[in-house]
């Protein structure tokens, strides 16, 4: 089954009950049993919900593992599968992460004694310095989060099996239907559903998934022993999300390619970081791992000042917090996104006060184009 089929067929399908085509909501918090302790494979929906079951069947089926889970949000995923380690154990964390992630590490995680350090892993070689012999796993976003430096995932997983270290993948900015980490050897894929998994900015959501079946084991234990669980209406919206996953991300791309050839000969752009540009560092990485490049680009102004007059002059790109949907958002990182990040380390990431980082949508490429030419004349 190929790519948009199993969008449309993959997972648990209708209802085999009345031969509804959509899967039910099943508004439910608990299930009639017929004796104790024999229920019909249901008994509390924090532990499982119909609903919430077809979504997680679908993303492992989509992502290639043996199982997913579906939790309230994207940082929820993220905090369960930390949760996966202990008091003493180091973790290694891409420099270039999701502010939110940052900071869940640095005020939350830290403080039950787990170590981490923040390296570019794009350099494999920056990565296997920063193993100690505490060290227990890898966590990597690629492209990142705003600054699309791409991870070699195939030499990561390599490094993470060569030390025993449990090996794991942000596939948001992606999705299953460009990048599949859990066939370059990770063990446990996440995403924020919340973009373009759900792709239309009405869901808040998050999606884990792993492996093998020893991991299923471990991650259903802590999401229902933590609790925090998708509820069956916003399930139900990321699976009508997900048929037009294929659709959608092909449009995000292929306005993102215009998009970002614009920006890079436009005068009044220091610079793009968008890894479909030949002239991005990792082009070549990034073409040999994913099927595409995504639609996701920032770009740098000369100032603050300029980031700012641009964002006011924009029609069709809206600014707002989140990405990866249907339409085209915009953004300062350094004031928004990642701004829980302390100013001298943003600095020294590159995630300048001029840095504007844009999610492109599915509009026409040429009313956005002329947007943002409108826009850059005004500077």
């Not at 993959?10 to 209802?15: E, K, R, S, V």
């Not at 154990?89 to 787990?114: A, E, W």
């Not at 492996?211 to 139900?236: C, R, S, Y």
């Given at each position: 089954?190929?790519?948009k089929t199993?969008?449309i067929h993959?997972?648990?399908?209708?209802?085999?009950?009345?031969g509804?085509?959509?899967?039910?909501?099943?508004?439910?918090?608990?299930?009639?049993?017929?004796g104790?302790?024999?229920?019909?494979?249901?008994?509390?929906?924090?532990?499982?919900?119909p609903?919430?079951?077809?979504?997680?069947?679908?993303?492992?089926?989509?992502?290639g593992?043996?199982?997913?889970?579906?939790f309230?949000?994207?940082?929820?995923?993220?905090?369960?599968?930390l949760?996966?380690?202990?008091?003493?154990?180091?973790?290694i964390?891409?420099?270039d992460?999701?502010?939110?992630t940052y900071?869940l590490?640095?005020?939350?995680l830290?403080?039950?004694?787990?170590?981490?350090?923040?390296?570019?892993?794009?350099?494999?070689?920056?990565?296997e310095?920063a193993i100690?012999?505490?060290?227990?796993?890898i966590?990597?976003?690629?492209?990142?989060n705003p600054?699309?430096?791409?991870?070699?995932?195939?030499?990561?997983?390599?490094?993470?099996e060569?030390?025993?270290?449990?090996?794991?993948?942000?596939?948001?900015?992606?999705?299953?239907y460009?990048?599949?980490?859990?066939?370059?050897?990770?063990h446990?894929v996440l995403?924020s559903?919340?973009?373009?998994?759900?792709?239309?900015?009405?869901?808040?959501?998050?999606?884990?998934?792993?492996?093998?079946p020893?991991?299923a084991?471990k991650?259903?234990?802590?999401?229902n022993?933590?609790g925090?669980v998708?509820g069956?209406?916003d399930?139900?919206?990321?699976l009508?999300?997900?048929?037009?996953l294929?659709?959608?991300?092909?449009?995000?791309?292929?306005?993102?390619?215009?998009?970002?050839?614009?920006?890079?000969q436009?005068?009044q752009?220091?610079?793009?970081?968008?890894?479909?540009?030949?002239?991005?560092?990792?082009?070549?990485?990034?073409?040999?791992?994913?099927k595409?490049f995504?639609g996701?680009?920032?770009?740098a102004?000369?100032?603050?000042?300029?980031?700012l007059?641009?964002i006011d002059?924009?029609?069709?790109?809206?600014?707002?917090?989140?990405?990866?949907?249907?339409?085209?958002l915009?953004?300062?990182?350094?004031r928004?996104?990642?701004?829980?990040?302390?100013?001298e380390?943003?600095?020294?990431?590159?995630?300048?006060p001029?840095?504007?980082r844009?999610s492109?949508?599915i509009e026409?490429?040429?009313?956005?184009?002329?947007d943002?030419?409108q826009?850059?004349?005004?500077l």
């Amino acid at each position: 089954m190929r790519a948009k089929t199993r969008l449309i067929h993959g997972g648990i399908m209708g209802d085999p009950h009345t031969g509804a085509v959509s899967v039910p909501i099943y508004q439910t918090s608990t299930y009639k049993q017929d004796g104790v302790g024999q229920h019909r494979g249901y008994e509390y929906s924090r532990t499982g919900n119909p609903t919430r079951s077809a979504l997680e069947q679908m993303m492992a089926e989509i992502e290639g593992g043996t199982a997913g889970f579906a939790f309230s949000s994207g940082l929820a995923a993220i905090t369960t599968v930390l949760s996966l380690f202990s008091q003493g154990d180091h973790l290694i964390f891409t420099d270039d992460v999701y502010g939110g992630t940052y900071r869940l590490v640095h005020q939350v995680l830290n403080r039950f004694g787990i170590e981490t350090t923040f390296v570019d892993t794009s350099s494999i070689e920056e990565t296997e310095k920063a193993i100690q012999a505490n060290t227990r796993g890898i966590y990597v976003e690629t492209p990142t989060n705003p600054l699309l430096k791409v991870t070699d995932l195939q030499k990561t997983a390599a490094l993470a099996e060569a030390h025993s270290l449990l090996f794991i993948v942000d596939n948001t900015f992606l999705t299953p239907y460009w990048q599949l980490p859990l066939e370059k050897g990770a063990h446990i894929v996440l995403h924020s559903a919340t973009k373009y998994l759900g792709g239309h900015s009405d869901v808040v959501a998050g999606i884990v998934v792993v492996k093998t079946p020893e991991l299923a084991d471990k991650i259903h234990f802590l999401q229902n022993a933590m609790g925090g669980v998708l509820g069956p209406q916003d399930a139900w919206l990321l699976l009508r999300g997900s048929k037009t996953l294929g659709l959608r991300m092909e449009e995000h791309e292929k306005n993102a390619q215009i998009i970002a050839h614009f920006l890079s000969q436009h005068p009044q752009i220091e610079r793009v970081y968008y890894p479909g540009l030949p002239s991005h560092p990792h082009h070549s990485l990034a073409s040999q791992q994913a099927k595409g490049f995504g639609g996701m680009i920032s770009f740098a102004v000369k100032s603050e000042k300029k980031a700012l007059e641009l964002i006011d002059s924009l029609r069709y790109f809206t600014l707002a917090e989140s990405l990866g949907a249907v339409e085209s958002l915009i953004s300062l990182p350094a004031r928004m996104t990642h701004a829980s990040i302390p100013e001298e380390r943003r600095n020294l990431l590159g995630i300048t006060p001029g840095l504007i980082r844009i999610s492109v949508g599915i509009e026409d490429a040429e009313d956005l184009i002329e947007d943002l030419e409108q826009g850059l004349a005004t500077l």
